[in-house]
């Protein structure tokens, strides 16, 4: 194996699965980690910090816990959200954006404007901040290389490939928990069942997301924002193995497909390597009997993801308000404030109230994201009254 000139890493959001995994990726194939940053003061992200020993330490909101994480990490140790939006501007560095929630948006443009390759996992930077993010790649010379899994195939199926050949995308969907559940037996389920996801182990927002479809949704906007593919040309299709992980039809009628055992550190060490491949210590995949099954997803039961395109096509701010209004709703539904089935409602009614209007600048998605949660919190509030 060969030295591979691997940039040094900010890992954002480090405490959690996504970072966590990065960690891990960066230890065997020996990337250089400059810097770890997360929401709160964690054991988790102490003993990251004790393993990285030249990394520096960012803290949004430590909490009481501020004092021993400063005089257990000393001039290391950062606080704030603009400490995170400063050090993914290190020179010359990849940043793995691995934050939850819209907070992500601020860090992916500070690492775009600086000349970095963002690996980006935050979905939010896309959904919500599509246009800016678009902006800042035609204006910087900044990269952007997915590490969602799906977005990953669809990367890996067109590299090489001029973007004029691509006709279609097709995304696979695991269809969650609750696939094949009727609406009447969606009305019923309970938080601990939406957060038994088959085969992806996720933080709570996504794994809900992944139960409503409301995840795939997010990600036909991101393959639109990522490929510029018009929304008529992006599918959905289940796939309850996570075997095929997204497909690109071309012109000319072929289709590749990534096809591989699920396993998110395959898409972050591209991520961190690309064009480039290092070796991985993943077993080999063996398709003998498997059993591979394709569905149409069941857009009745599961309304959250026309929700998506529908955002989708409106575009502007449409995709920050339904980011914002799905967290709060899924926020209420995980606290037990409302049922499974009244997070579309509630997404729904906010998009409907909505006037969209193109972004300009980041205060322009926070305030449509503000707008949003107030909404979306009035509704749940009202669904909890009764
Ligand atoms: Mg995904």
């Not at 480090?14 to 964690?42: C, E, H, N, Y």
């Not at 009447?184 to 927002?205: C, F, I, N, Y």
Request: a negative charge.
């Amino acid at each position: 194996m060969g030295r591979h000139p691997l940039n040094p890493l900010v890992v954002l959001g480090a405490s959690g699965s996504i970072g966590r995994q990065t960690l891990d990726v960066a230890t065997r194939i020996g990337a250089p980690v400059v810097a770890l940053a997360a929401r709160t003061a964690s054991d988790t992200l102490l003993a990251q910090a004790d393993a990285h020993p030249d990394a520096i330490v960012c803290v949004v909101d430590p909490g009481e816990r501020v004092d021993e994480f400063q005089s257990r990490l000393g001039d290391r140790f950062h606080v704030g959200q603009g400490a995170i939006t400063e050090v993914a501007a290190t020179k010359d560095s990849t940043v793995v954006n691995g934050v939850v929630g819209a907070a992500g948006l601020a860090a992916s443009l500070s690492a775009l404007y600086a000349g970095n390759r963002l690996a980006l996992a935050n979905k939010e930077s896309l959904v919500a901040g599509g246009p800016l993010v678009r902006r800042a790649l035609e204006t910087g010379d900044g990269e952007l290389i997915p590490v969602d899994s799906e977005h990953s195939a669809i990367w890996q199926c067109i590299t090489g490939e001029s973007p004029s050949s691509v006709a279609r995308l097709v995304l696979t969907a695991s269809g969650g928990p609750f696939r094949g559940f009727s609406q009447k037996q969606l009305a019923g389920v309970t938080v601990e069942a939406a957060l038994d996801h088959p085969t992806w182990s996720m933080g709570p927002r996504i794994t809900t997301d992944s139960a409503t479809l409301m995840n795939k949704a997010f990600e036909v906007i991101e393959a639109h924002y990522l490929f510029d593919i018009p929304y008529d040309n992006i599918d959905v299709v289940v796939h309850p193995q996570s075997i095929v992980h997204s497909l690109v039809e071309f012109t000319d009628g072929v289709v590749k497909a990534e096809v591989g055992l699920p396993d998110m550190r395959k898409p972050i060490q591209y991520a961190l390597t690309a064009p480039d491949r290092i070796e991985g210590d993943h077993p080999p995949l063996d398709l003998i009997g498997a059993d591979l099954t394709f569905e149409a997803p069941d857009r009745i039961a599961f309304p959250c993801l026309d929700l998506g395109y529908a955002a989708g096509r409106a575009g502007g701010t449409a995709t920050a308000v339904l980011n914002a209004a799905d967290e709060v709703a899924v926020q209420a539904f995980l606290s037990g404030d409302i049922p499974f089935v009244a997070i579309p409602d509630v997404v729904g009614g906010v998009l409907d109230d909505h006037e969209v209007f193109e972004p300009e600048t980041i205060e322009d998605v926070r305030g449509a994201d503000r707008w949003s949660r107030d909404q979306a919190r009035q509704s749940c509030e009202r669904i909890r009254g009764g």
